[in-house]
């Protein structure tokens, strides 16, 4: 194998009229501004050396055939590959640009079969037709501007019709090479590439720290605009440095500086894309944004790219598909050593709902963001800009989850399932959304109502969702950080719910509010090892018991609420039963009837005189019919903190009947029982206080208590109804 050296663009290959069987030429390079191309190397796979010396020749003498391609039409920057091969006496040329559709040609010399003379010295390349990577045919016509054969020597280059072959110059320069003077950037290679799928590590293509632009950001902000683009690059430069400082410089001055024109988008015939003109209006449209911003990194010395391709941005939705003109444009930079996306468009802020107003909102997502994150709302026309590894089709990333900024810059990693459309089974949805902290989540249902449950995890939250109605739904999540609850909710997930089927066996109680169950929120707010973590609670009997450990100084209260249960405030509590004993808090609750119920659970701080504030739910489901459970007794205000009721549970006493009283009561003198006669409660030896009271001939009884023995006025604690006679 031998290297061969390019002498002005042209590639030297061995030649001879015997030629041997096969000779294959390997030529890479790239295509240049207009659709010339220029060759970076060139590999020769020179026949043995039995072969060679038929040939006349030695094998390492030098190369004597040369081939000169200026012709293809192409993107600026793009990798071809050249393959020239002999194959029983007859030249070919298949050229390919990489992801491109390829074209085969054959090259003879004048004599022989294929060349068709134009009476001029020239003579035309026959025609051939071979299906493009991607499966469409590609026709191609050469002509042979110049063809001559000295010897073992012959000289072809090719051109299209009536056009001129370009000369280029390679430069020595570790930015890229010139061509008619003008700089030409290296297009993406391997070591661009990131792994795809996310790793989920840094939400950048490289590593830095925002601290340090901290004073170049502010200084960028305040440069007012110039009656140049050269004069105001001069001025952001003057601060500015690296390559990454003049980059960040001149994204945050566009990004605060350029409004995107609403009216313009409307009207893009009447639009100027031209950098100066954008400057002086000081708005534009994605082309405005991105034709500025490379020809100021250009300025600043910044090898820039302006990309184009399709975008999930305003308007977008869920499961939408793509065809036609692209709809976007953004830019790659290329710093140290590897190109990197910026979208300033989409940093500088954000346009409604009605698309009539847009609003500066700086969002630094889209600077020099991880490809594999760019690639959920970016699809560029070229794939090789996709910088990924292995790159997504249009297919992927029209059905791959829009994961909005807010979703990677909140901490937010996945979602489950991750397509932007999702199929009911059996009229349920479950989604379950990852994060690196603890987050709060709000979701909305627009076109029908569903019953749902979230539930908050430490690193995400699931939610099932059950909508009652058939068709398609869009369904929105949105989340903020758990600290500073005066943090509005930003939307992070869009999907669209196709439901094909209700589940009418569900209905959960209107009372039912979101998050469910007991989470790291209820932790913070000071209920810790909850004896039921899950948010449904099952029984079969219609009751159940929670408790809890409370880590902080807090007065608790408890109802039940039930679409059925029609019961005052005071009343939702009375089928419950609460004792506090010491850090500890039990709740013993009897349902009423069968059904599905809502335990509500609010707190307050003992120092605080205010109102009691709701912390947390649990949905209570109970499938008996048979279940009806009567209220517990009616509490007053001296019902202290660590009292417990053991028995008589039921607020509804027989009548006629001797009812047994069992009591722990703490730091009182005297207890007894009062209806038509009292009755006193004896203080036994394990700590209750015990007796028990006749109900003939009353209607009410109460147990009351003496909190000093000095004190001459009773308190009532508890309050029981009789059973009419």
Known sequence: MKLLHLQNQTIPVPYQQSVPSLLPVFCAGQLQQGGSIKARSAVCLLPNKEESQQWGQEPNTESDFSLELTHFRCYPGEIFIFV????????????????????????ADAERKGFQGDGNGNNELEQYQVNGIHGSAVRMQQVITSCSAQGTHMTVEVHARNSTPQLFKKLSLGKGFQENGKRRTRPPGLK???????DRLCLKSMPFDLKQFEKLDAYAKKVTAKDSVEELVKTLL?????????????????????????????HKDKLSFKPKDVLQSGKSICEGYAGLFEQ????????????????????????QTFSGKYDHAWNAVYLDGRW?????TWGSGSIDDCFSKFTFRYNEFYFLTHPALFINNHFPDNSNWQLLKPAVTLEQFESNMLYKSDFYKMGLLAAHPP????????????????????????????????????????????????????????LQIYAKPSKGSDEVYNCVLEYTIECSAVDRNICFPKELHQPVGPSWFTERQGFLKPSQKAPIIHTNDGRFDLSFILSKDLSVLASLHSDDLNLSEDMSRRYILQVCQGNQIDFKIHLPYTGNFVFKIFAKKKSDPGNYNYVFNYLICC??????????????????????LLEPLAALLPANCNIKFKLKLHSIAKAFVQCEKTFPLILSKNGYWEGSCSTFGCTEVYVMVL?????????????YDVEAQ
Not at 243 to 263: F, G
Not at 427 to 443: N, Q
């Open 84 to 107: 020239f091969v002999s194959v029983s006496g007859q030249l070919f040329g298949l050229f390919t640009p990489l992801g491109r559709s390829c074209v085969l040609f054959k090259l």
């Open 192 to 198: 661009d590439q990131h792994a795809y799928p996310w």
């Open 238 to 266: 003057r601060v500015a440095h690296t390559d990454l400082e003049k980059v960040r410089a001149i994204w945050t001055w566009i990004c605060h500086h350029i409004a995107y024109d609403i009216v313009g988008f409307f």
């Open 296 to 319: 100021m990194c250009s300025i600043a010395g910044v090898q820039c790219m302006n990309l184009s391709g399709y975008s999930k941005g305003h308007g977008y939705r869920s499961g």
């Open 340 to 344: 990197h996306l910026v979208d300033s």
């Open 419 to 474: 397509t932007a459309i999702i199929q009911t089974v059996n009229g349920k949805v479950a989604i379950e959304v990852e994060s690196r902290f603890p987050m709060l989540f709000m979701f909305e249902l627009k076109g029908a109502k569903a019953y749902s449950l979230m539930m908050l995890k430490r690193n995400g939250m699931n939610l099932e969702l059950y909508p009652q109605k058939t068709g398609s739904h869009k």
């Open 623 to 644: 499938p008996n019919a048979e279940v009806k459970w009567p209220m517990f007794p009616q509490n007053y205000s001296k019902w202290a903190e660590g009292y417990e």
């Open 707 to 719: 909190e000093n023995a000095n004190h001459k006025f009773y308190s009532r604690i508890l309050k």
